[in-house]
């Protein structure tokens, strides 16, 4: 279907309507409506520049705003454009997630293609395609093959994002020292500077929108600047080599994408569009990747009672690798992390990483042993390859590492890049070492090229400081998860903790690019010398529901658990995978409470948390079958509870028997929250 609207047709329909239109709208050459009308995208040429803007419920939301791009190596790609061709056309399809949030997805959007041409530069071709979905819009430009722009060197994106309300923001800073893993902030959008994405904000009138990108592959990461106002515009991630981006030949952008909802919870259910922007499995049968939990070699290290590296308190060795697979084997966890157990963390590793060795244990670590000990268990190792960001020297062993684990029936593998932001370390294009943003476009291409190389061995990957998640998990479902924010270990080491609504302000900013390796589960809610967390137990188990991971760890040390075994119980039970997701209520930073339904069997999973303030939450059971009666497990703050005082230990566990037509009240204490399983009767 072709739809076309010259600008006279515009003009006299305006004035036989007698409606005043804007004086933008005037230069409207394409418009498209998502399929149940909600979005609009209207595209227009003023004096042979781009832009675009969007409407919701024929309300604006984001008012004309640039399209284009900056060059070094010819004339920019911004101004004496013409319209050469444009095009909508209608998608409705549904496909199968092999693990995720929910199994089925369906991919229903309206797509309008305009194509575009520089007559005065040689008639240089540029296309700029939107797809336009009822909660969100994507759009990327595509680059044709063509003899007079054959090597294209983008010094700057102009795309802009001009938000037309008042609006509140939540993002984390781009480009600064700990990455991904600044603290959440808050304030007008007016007052942020270098953003990072997903940056979320809620307008004055209560609407929702989340910028991020989707299908971020062979490009720079996105940042997000604000130069004036309630404007924003793209910034490409530096590069270590030149131009932040130098493609060769036919190529498109990664998608811009915008999530626009009514509310905080509808935003985090719309995170679909990220998927649905990325091309389909690349693997074929991937019944390889396995979602799980497991334990591992690793919360002991940040409690200072272990080290990496060999010595008298080296954590990684034989005969206490083979305690915790005895623990996992015990209690149906499929894996077992070991951190250290490799040559090369004596040295100075978090400035270098040159010296490890992905291939050589310690003496004290029987790698061999210890994985045919653990597969005799029906447990499989984790391995593990930290880098310290060192990404010349983990190229040159990656292959060989990789084979390793194949051969020893290792078949995920949880990888780190730790360093300051800018300090990594990749060869250049000049094929010379260079230091960099792990975010430019050199990062970008190792993160997929390590995920793709996995494939091939079939191993799963867990990317710790990684690049941020864009969706490339349906393409390579072998991606399953990574990290990407503060985690937990930030509890045992302070300076500070993670904040009290931490996990309220991640469901609604970082986790709507995709899953992540939170590692919760401290039931001992106490980190190194005394550090206390932000919690309570009862909040610990709803961690486990509400970040999700396909493959979650079990974080805390194993006489922990066993310590508490009521909670523990919760914890073994809880699953990784999912048949559907439910987000019941939430707002950014307060509270949140989200209902999953196990894809192995007919239970369903609620986690809640809130911030530092006591409430009830109304949790509606409409979602479960309306013929069943259902055991319901609950995990609950104590009446006492506080994460304040030494009452965040009060958990009260107690069932009832419920259906659908039930509405549970669920009281959670200051920084608490509540855990339920949700099970039929028979």
Not at 114 to 122: D, G, P, R, S, T
Request: proline share 5%; net charge neutral; glycine share 8%.
């Amino acid at each position: 279907m072709h739809v076309h609207h010259p600008l006279g047709m515009l003009a006299a329909l305006a004035a036989s309507c007698l409606i005043a239109l804007p004086a933008w709208a005037q230069q409207v050459i394409a418009t498209a409506a998502s399929p149940g009308n909600v979005l609009n995208v209207e595209v227009q040429l003023d004096n042979g520049k781009l832009a675009y803007g969007i409407k919701r419920k024929g309300k604006e939301i984001i008012t004309p705003s640039r399209l284009g791009f900056n060059l070094a190596n010819a004339m920019k790609l911004d101004g004496g454009f013409s319209l050469k061709r444009q095009a909508v056309s209608e998608h409705d399809s549904t496909w199968e997630q092999p693990w995720g949030e929910r199994q089925f997805v369906r991919n229903r959007y309206r797509e309008l293609r305009v194509e575009f041409e520089q007559k005065k530069h040689a008639g240089r071709q540029l296309a700029v395609v939107f797809r336009i979905y009822d909660d969100g819009v994507g759009f990327r430009y595509e680059f044709p093959q063509q003899a007079q722009l054959r090597d294209v060197e983008i010094t700057d994106e102009l795309t802009e994002f001009t938000v037309a309300q008042p609006a509140t923001a939540w993002w984390i800073p781009a480009g600064e020292l700990p990455g991904l893993e600044e603290e959440i902030r808050k304030a007008p959008l007016r007052e942020i500077g270098i953003a990072n994405t997903p940056l979320t904000l809620r307008l004055d009138d209560g609407t929702h929108i989340a910028f991020h990108e989707a299908a971020l592959v062979d490009y720079a990461t996105m940042w997000l600047r604000k130069v004036d106002g309630q404007k924003l515009r793209a910034m490409l991630a530096p590069s270590p080599s030149g131009a932040p981006v130098v493609r060769r030949g036919a190529f498109t952008t990664p998608w811009r994408t915008l999530q626009i909802t009514d509310d905080a919870a509808s935003l985090y259910l719309s995170s679909d569009l990220i998927l649905n922007l990325n091309e389909p499995n690349k693997l074929g049968d991937v019944s390889w990747v396995k979602p799980s939990k497991f334990v591992g070699v690793w919360w002991q290290m940040h409690l200072n009672s272990g080290s990496w590296n060999a010595g008298p308190k080296h954590a990684a060795t034989t005969a206490n690798t083979k305690k915790y697979i005895d623990f996992a084997a015990k209690n149906g966890f499929r894996g077992v992390l070991v951190e250290g157990w490799n040559k090369g963390w004596e040295s100075d590793w978090g400035h270098g990483g040159a010296d490890f060795s992905f291939t050589q244990p310690y003496p004290d670590f029987d790698l061999p042993g210890l994985a045919a000990y653990a597969k005799a268990k029906g447990v499989r190792l984790i391995g593990h390859h930290e880098t310290g960001a060192n990404i010349v020297a983990y190229e040159k062993q990656m292959d060989a590492a990789y084979k390793l684990y194949a051969k020893l029936g290792v078949d995920s593998i949880k990888s780190g890049y730790v360093h300051e932001a800018g300090t990594a370390l990749f060869t250049g294009r000049d094929g010379k070492p260079r230091y960099g943003h792990y975010d430019s476009q050199e990062g970008v291409r190792h993160f997929h090229k390590a995920v793709v190389e996995a494939a091939r061995y079939k191993l799963s990957i867990d990317t710790h400081e990684p690049v941020k998640d864009t969706g490339l998990r349906r393409t390579y479902p072998n991606w399953l998860t990574r990290e990407g924010a503060r985690g937990v270990e930030y509890n045992a080491w302070g300076n500070p903790t993670n904040s009290v609504d931490h996990e309220a302000k991640l469901v609604f900013t970082r986790m709507l690019s995709g899953p992540m390796d939170y590692t919760p589960g401290i039931l001992s809610l106490q980190g190194a010398d005394g550090k206390v967390f932000n919690s309570t137990q009862a909040k610990q188990l709803a961690n486990f529901v509400v970040i999700y991971s396909p493959i979650q760890m079990a974080a805390d040390l194993p006489e922990h658990y066993e310590r508490y075994p009521a909670a523990f119980k919760f914890i073994r039970d809880v699953p990784t995978d999912w048949a559907d997701t439910r987000v019941v209520n939430g707002e950014i930073g307060r509270f949140v409470t989200i209902a999953r339904k196990d894809r192995r069997s007919a239970d369903w999973y609620v986690g809640a948390v809130t911030d530092g303030e006591q409430r009830t939450l109304a949790l509606p059971l409409d979602f479960l079958d309306k013929d069943k009666r259902y055991t319901a497990e609950i995990y609950r703050d104590g009446d006492a509870a506080d994460y304040r005082t030494a009452r965040r230990f009060d958990l009260v566990t107690e069932t009832k028997t419920v259906t659908a037509a039930d509405v549970l009240q669920l009281r959670l204490a200051p920084g608490g929250g509540q855990a339920i399983r949700l099970s039929p009767q028979q």
